[in-house]
């Protein structure tokens, strides 16, 4: 078992200017932790932070929320102190023109998309292209935690997210700014996004995979009962503990019950394979943290 | 506030037994508040404070953001029964200018051009008082700006040094404070021994002020130290490879 | 840092209400652990933390010597103010109080006056010229809902902690009123929130069961069965039949917090 080390900002970390990479900055020679963090110095000399807000980059990809309309842009929160503007051109079909008045017809207050950083200025001014192909529905589960831990739930060489959608059977979405939209069996998606509420705030402890595969292999055994009896179970859920809040996109999009496991399992199967492409996810299987 | 007759030190000790270069006991605990960005609880004697950020987070009216930078806003605040006679809520003349020097204090090492069009937002409470809630709520605002992930070059670190009965004496108590000749709030960077905050108020000649100044670096030398253990002690639990631990779940799937 | 996409929130705690069920796997009828440390701010007269989950409020009572109103020249004054300080939340401003921190210490103030926990003659000094007046300081530091019951607990759990500043204020030890080392308090006044969410009584919302809630309302009882004061609030509607069941939970669960904590 090896220790990571924790730095803090203006902590000394090395003479090798060269190597100076995220979180740190360079002074008279010397390298220094400009973040509370852990070091990692494989490569470059890193300081991978632990908590902090969300910066836009150009090329990440993003869940986000209409929150306005500004013509010719809507106004769109992708949980960052910055809002970002996504053009009408974005959203409108070939040689279409979308006016002020009809901009809610395509997408309204609360909608949610996903979306690519198109451009971010020096004053932060963020566009984003929609990513067309991506249509987050009611019904859909919307879970939101810190940005610092998404490389935790991608886990090493994507092995974490791998993990959880082989054992759910869940389609999973994974944007870089802390958002995560889960499709699939409502007990499934519940076992995940409990699963993904314990590595973000366990992140930083060992025997983490442990755990949550633990965790799966219980929902597995679940499963396999209510196979055998035939029915749709009672679904247990932890008790007592303090799940945190996650997001159901409306009420009424249920899958029903009487569709046969078999058959919904394989259909979210195919919707995970498209996916595991883990370059849709921005960065792809970093490790740790 | 200088009064006659009132004996601060004897036989070499002060009234609460210190020596004159001794500090007062600390306690320092990080991510204290589930709402905030940032926490610190932080005790320096009978001095009790707590300090949040909020951000960098968005900042209206548009007319005060900076188009390159963060902006810093600090606001020291005393809970009303946080000290003898009940103090009546709401900024006052010295909790404005509390609040004035403290930004001053921080803002040189915060890398504010992170963040352009955003404000970066601390708040001191003071929950008990006891002289020094100044520098006690500098250092707890360091840890809260470092719990909450703002880039800084450096951690910033306080102390209050003065005069009491002619002798120079480190981190002095509301008694001290009421009765002595001086007291000297600083703050500085200890690893690079700039100093970014520093009031006087009282009488001291040019020699006092510089054995008070050596007196207040070694103390912030020390508090540094403590603030960096309380950060590394937030999580200290061992981290596992990963390695290690995708072979064992390896062995899962196949059973 | 882990939270629900923000207008979201009313579905889906709705949802899982209809489900039977809390997002934090409560009953609808259960508290979030309270925990109450009495004696925390030294430099206050009588003080104490109370925690209700991840909601915290420090409340503090000072005892200073002033004149009476003048219409009541033989009686103390009771003097209660919130501050929702901005490190509390994101939604705290600074700034003076506003319509939320002006409600709570009015409904936490009403709760203590209705009761008579206080004889406010004991704490006359002089009559016309000289009694004593209590600041019951309410100081939110974390807002993660029902900031109410915790600053309603911990106001009585302050007043129960305090002792009469005699020293302070040129007086020897019990020589004036009200002659005693400990404030008297003679009842021991809790409120209960509950919230209406689709007809469904939660007792402790959080945050997010707040904001979904269509009603609110805070009871206050007595040990001697009598109820200080009732305060509905939110924008929506209560159910006319359902008063006598809020009354009755309100009565329940004041009884098991008092005597978990208030003893």
Redesign the interface.
């Known amino acids: 078992?090896?220790?990571?080390k924790?730095v803090?900002?203006?902590d000394?970390l090395s003479r090798d200017v060269k190597r100076a990479g995220e979180?740190t900055?360079v002074?008279d020679g010397c390298v220094?932790a400009?973040?509370?963090?852990?070091l990692d110095e494989k490569d470059e000399i890193k300081v991978v932070?632990?908590?902090?807000?969300y910066?836009p980059r150009r090329g990440d990809v993003v869940i986000g929320r209409i929150v306005d309309f500004s013509f010719p842009y809507w106004v769109v929160d992708i949980a960052s102190?910055?809002?970002a503007l996504l053009h009408v051109a974005e959203v409108a079909e070939e040689g279409e023109r979308i006016e002020m008045s009809r901009m809610h017809e395509y997408l309204d207050i609360d909608d949610l998309i996903v979306a690519k950083v198109k451009s971010v200025d020096?004053?932060?001014r963020v566009e984003l292209s929609l990513m067309k192909e991506f249509r987050v529905r009611r019904g859909d589960r919307l879970i939101e935690i810190s940005h610092?831990k998404i490389p935790r739930i991608i886990?090493?060489h994507g092995?974490m997210i791998k993990?959880l959608k082989e054992r759910s059977g869940c389609f999973i979405f994974i944007a870089k700014n802390g958002r995560i939209w889960i499709k699939g069996r409502e007990d499934a998606v519940d076992v995940v996004s409990e699963a993904i509420l314990m590595i973000a705030n366990e992140a930083?402890?060992?025997?983490?995979?442990?755990r949550v595969?633990?965790m799966l292999?219980t929902f597995r055994f679940q499963r396999r009962i209510f196979r055998k009896q035939g029915a749709a179970g009672v679904k247990e859920r932890t008790e007592g503990r303090e799940v945190g809040g996650y997001g159901s996109v409306g009420s009424d999009m249920r899958e029903s019950e009487s569709k046969s496991e078999s058959e919904s399992e394989n259909e979210s199967k195919s919707e995970c394979e498209s996916e595991s492409g883990s370059g849709r996810v921005g960065e792809g299987g970093e490790?740790?943290v | 506030m200088k009064k006659k007759g009132v004996q601060l030190i004897k036989d070499g000790r002060r009234i609460d037994g210190r020596a004159f270069d001794e500090l007062r006991p600390i306690r320092i605990e990080v991510g204290v508040?589930?709402?905030?960005?940032?926490?610190c609880y932080f005790e320096l004697g009978?001095n009790?404070v707590?300090?949040?950020v909020?951000?960098?987070?968005?900042l209206h009216p548009r007319h005060i953001q900076d188009?390159?930078r963060a902006i810093i806003q600090y606001?020291y605040?005393m809970?009303?029964?946080?000290?003898?006679?009940?103090k009546r809520?709401?900024?006052d003349r010295r909790s404005i200018e509390i609040s004035k020097v403290s930004r001053e204090a921080l803002e040189p090492?915060i890398?504010t051009e992170?963040?352009?069009?955003?404000t970066i937002?601390v708040?001191?409470?003071v929950?008990?008082?006891?002289a020094g809630t100044r520098t006690a709520g500098i250092n707890a605002a360091s840890v809260a700006l470092?719990?909450?992930?703002?880039?800084?070059?450096?951690?910033v670190t306080s102390v209050a040094v003065g005069k009491v009965d002619g002798e120079i004496v480190l981190d002095l108590n509301a008694y001290e404070d009421n009765y002595g000749e001086a007291d000297m709030p600083i703050a500085m960077?200890v690893?690079k021994n700039k100093i970014t905050m520093m009031q006087m108020d009282g009488k001291m000649t040019k020699d006092e002020i510089k054995k008070a100044l050596k007196l207040a670096k070694k103390a912030c030398e020390k508090i540094y130290q403590l603030?960096?253990e309380a950060?590394?002690a937030k999580?200290s639990?061992?981290?596992?490879?990963?390695?290690?631990?995708?072979e064992?779940?390896a062995q899962?799937?196949k059973v | 840092m882990t939270e629900v996409v923000d207008e979201l929130r009313r579905d889906y705690v709705c949802n899982l209400i209809r489900s039977g069920k809390r997002m934090d796997g409560r009953d609808f009828l259960e508290y979030r652990e309270i925990s109450v440390e009495r004696g925390?701010?030294?430099?206050?007269?009588g003080?104490a933390r109370v925690k209700i989950g991840?909601t915290?409020v420090?409340v503090?009572?000072?005892m200073?010597v002033g004149e009476p109103f003048p219409d009541t020249p033989d009686e103390g004054i009771i003097i209660t103010?919130a501050?929702l300080?901005?490190?509390?939340?994101?939604e705290f401003e600074?700034g003076?109080?506003d319509e939320n921190s002006v409600e709570l210490a009015r409904v936490v103030d009403r709760g203590i006056r209705g009761s008579n926990a206080i004889d406010l003659r004991s704490l006359c000094i002089e009559e016309g010229s000289k009694v004593w007046i209590i600041?019951i300081?309410i100081?939110v530091?974390?807002?993660?809902g029902n900031l109410l019951d915790a600053s309603a607990l911990g106001a009585i759990a302050a007043l129960l902690d305090t002792k009469i500043p005699y020293e302070?204020h040129g007086f020897a030890p019990c020589e004036v009123n009200p002659k005693t080392e400990r404030l008297s308090v003679k009842m021991r006044p809790v409120a209960v929130t509950m919230a209406d969410v689709e007809g469904n009584i939660l007792v402790d919302p959080n945050l997010f069961e707040e904001s979904a809630a269509n009603a609110k309302i805070t009871i206050t009882t007595n040990e001697d069965g009598s109820i200080s004061c009732i305060q509905k609030s939110r924008v929506g509607m209560l159910e006319w039949e359902k008063v006598d069941e809020l009354i009755e939970i309100a009565e329940e669960k004041g009884k098991e917090i008092r005597n978990a904590f208030l003893k």
Request: proline letters at 8%.
């Open positions: 078992m090896e220790m990571y924790i803090v900002p203006g000394f979180g900055y002074e220094y400009h973040l509370y963090g852990i932070a632990l908590s902090g807000k910066v102190p910055y809002k020096a004053s932060m610092t886990g090493r092995s993990m930083h402890t060992s025997g983490l995979t442990d595969a633990r292999d490790r740790l | 508040l589930k709402r905030a960005d940032g926490s009978e009790k707590i300090a949040a909020y951000g960098p987070r968005e188009a390159k606001r605040n809970a009303p029964f946080s000290v003898d006679e009940r809520p709401g900024p090492v890398m992170f963040y352009p069009r955003t937002d708040f001191v409470e929950l008990q008082s006891d470092a719990d909450a992930g703002i880039p800084m070059r450096d951690l960077i690893r603030q960096r950060l590394i999580y639990e061992e981290i596992e490879r990963e390695e290690q631990s995708d064992q779940s899962w799937l | 925390f701010a030294k430099k206050a007269e003080s991840g915290q420090l503090g009572v000072k200073e103010n501050e300080v901005p490190l509390a939340s994101p600074p003076p109080p600041f300081d100081h530091l974390d807002d993660d302070r």
